[in-house]
């Protein structure tokens, strides 16, 4: 895999008695791999702040960990079959959530790697949702037909 890849990121959360509600973004990053864990680096911007967010993903076989630093500020880790806790930090005030990962699958491929993550979201000890993270990586020279 490339350096330069393009990074599309799905979130799904189904919550009970309601539509599933999706998130996509597909962005440029940065990729390499070093010690048997792989690295995404890219910057985020949220609409009606100036502020840019700087995110770390790390992932291998097991653990995807996601770190946020700027307007928000996080570091979230979904280990299989772990629950763990972690204060999202927002202009808005903090939350604690938990995070309850049920799996982790990582599947390589020449220019292409996806990650998919199926966890429990809580709020201040409150379930809100099942969710599921899909991660796609592909080399920039490649274009953007992610899917």
Do not use: W
Request: hydrophobic share 35%.
């Amino acid at each position: 895999m490339t350096k330069e890849v393009f990074l599309s990121l799905k979130g799904l959360q189904m919550e009970i008695g309601e539509d599933v509600q999706s998130l996509e973004t597909i962005t440029p990053a940065d990729y390499y791999e070093r010690n048997g864990n792989h690295y995404v680096i890219y910057e985020e911007m949220i609409e009606g702040f100036t502020d840019i967010t700087k995110n770390k993903i790390k992932f291998n076989d097991s653990i995807l960990e996601v770190s946020k630093k700027g307007l928000i500020n996080v570091h979230m880790v979904f280990e299989e079959n772990k629950k763990n806790m972690t204060s999202y930090m927002t202009p808005y005030g903090n939350i604690l959530i938990g995070i309850d990962t049920e799996s982790v699958f990582v599947e390589e491929k020449e220019n292409q790697i996806r990650v998919e993550v199926d966890y429990a979201l809580e709020a201040n000890y409150q379930h809100l949702a099942d969710c599921r993270i899909e991660m796609e990586l592909r080399p920039r020279e490649e274009g953007i037909s992610l899917g």
